[in-house]
Structure formats: structure tokens, C-alpha cells
T-cell receptor
Framework: GENVEQHPSTLSVQEGDSAVIKCTYS??????FPWYKQELGKRPQLIID?????GEKKDQRIAVTLNKTAKHFSLHITETQPEDSAVYFC????????????FGKGTLLTVNP | SAVISQKPSRDICQRGTSLTIQCQVD?????MFWYRQQPGQSLTLIAT?????????ESGFVIDKFPISRPNLTFSTLTVSNMSPEDSSIYLC????????????FGPGTRLLVL
């Protein structure tokens, strides 16, 4: 089955700096790659996603890049703010009629004011 | 995105008992999923709840321990049976986007503590 590796497990940045979280996946059939943000005690919230026919997608301060050949994708957050502090999960999805997501282990991002 | 609710939001249970968690969506969805998230850990898929057929379980999860119902396109239940302290976790349901597709949206979760 699919295996998703996520790095780093923790990341601390100063407010205004950029943050980058990287994920690799093993199943070349995976074609959908969402990113979720989970604040303490809250549900995971989808923040951005990318499909395999696209190399990059941007939404304001957040961007995701995908390299299908190398089987890795990354989340980029620019101009970080304290409210960006949370756990971020990447995931990879595939399966057609048996569709499901496999999640990475998560990255705890701390943005210091 | 759909509005998803779960009941109960939290519970404390004695070992050996069972708890049924409900997941309700405000619109019809094709796929409903059940996840477990242990403290400080990632999300692990338990099973996919299929309307009109048996749930599809992931490796390490069995129907006798986690029976699932999906009576219609807006509702599902997950039962945690014969509980032990190792079942203490957050249980989350998720649904796909109305109209289908890969995107999943999560319910608020049920926080379970087994004593």
C-alpha cells in the first residue's frame, strides 16, 4: 500500500519567515495530494490540494509543488504569522472506486512572534 | 463544504463496554470514512463506510471490533466494541465533497477515554 513520509516533524520559524514542509510518497498511482492544518483540539482543515496533472498551485501565502517523477510534494508558507502555528499533515490519495487517503505523520509548526 | 456533526463529542467508558459514534452530514455524500487519531499522532483510516454494502476495513481493523453502519447517504455510525484502554483515542469521520471527488472534510471528532 501507499506510504507517505513527512519532514520535518517539528519546525520553528520567526514571524515573517517562510516555512517549507516536504513529503514523499511510494505509490506511483497516487494522483491527489491534499494538505491539512490541525490546531490543538480541532478537526483537520483542508488548506490546499494539488492533483497529479499540475506542478504547482498557489493560494495567497500558501503554495504546494509536486514532482511526480521524484514522488515528492511540498508545502510552502510565506510571511508566516503566529496563527499559522499548528500541526500540518500531508496526504496522498489514489484508488478509483476504492479511493482513500494515506497521511504523513505531521509537522508541528511554531511561528514565534 | 458540508456541515458534519458527530455525537458524542467526548465520552469516558469502562473497559469491556461498547460505544457507538454517530456521524451526520447536512447533504448527501458518496463516501464516508472513519479515522482514528491517537494523542499526538497522525490520522489512521479504520474503514470506508459504503451505502448499501459492507464497510471496507483497512489492515489491522476488523468488523467485530469496529462494526460500521451506513443506512443512507447522510449518516454513518462506528461502534468501538469490547473497549480497552488502548482504544482511547479521537475518532473522526470524514466525507467526500458533495458530488463526489477526492477531497475529504472532517467532522469535529469524538474524544474517547477508556478506563
Amino acid at each position: 500500500g501507499e506510504n507517505v513520509e513527512q519532514h520535518p516533524s517539528t519546525l520553528s520559524v520567526q514571524e515573517g519567515d517562510s516555512a517549507v514542509i516536504k513529503c514523499t510518497y511510494s505509490d506511483s498511482a497516487s494522483n491527489y495530494f491534499p494538505w491539512y492544518k490541525q490546531e490543538l483540539g480541532k478537526r483537520p482543515q483542508l488548506i490546499i490540494d494539488i492533483r497529479s496533472n499540475v506542478g504547482e498551485k498557489k493560494d495567497q501565502r500558501i503554495a504546494v509543488t509536486l514532482n511526480k517523477t521524484a514522488k515528492h510534494f511540498s508545502l510552502h508558507i510565506t510571511e508566516t504569522q503566529p496563527e499559522d502555528s499548528a500541526v500540518y499533515f500531508c496526504a496522498a490519495g489514489s484508488g478509483g472506486s476504492n479511493y482513500k487517503l494515506t497521511f504523513g505523520k505531521g509537522t508541528l509548526l511554531t511561528v514565534n512572534p | 463544504s458540508a456541515v458534519i456533526s458527530q455525537k458524542p463529542s467526548r465520552d469516558i467508558c469502562q473497559r469491556g463496554t461498547s460505544l457507538t459514534i454517530q456521524c451526520q452530514v447536512d447533504s448527501q455524500v458518496t463516501m464516508m470514512f472513519w479515522y482514528r487519531q491517537q494523542p499526538g499522532q497522525s490520522l489512521t483510516l479504520i474503514a470506508t463506510a459504503n451505502q448499501g454494502s459492507e464497510a471496507t476495513y483497512e489492515s489491522g481493523f476488523v468488523i467485530d471490533k469496529f462494526p460500521i453502519s451506513r443506512p443512507n447517504l447522510t449518516f454513518s455510525t462506528l461502534t468501538v466494541s469490547n473497549m480497552s484502554p488502548e482504544d482511547s483515542s479521537i475518532y473522526l469521520c470524514s466525507v467526500d465533497r458533495a458530488g463526489g471527488g477526492e477531497t475529504q472534510y472532517f467532522g469535529p471528532g469524538t474524544r474517547l477515554l477508556v478506563l
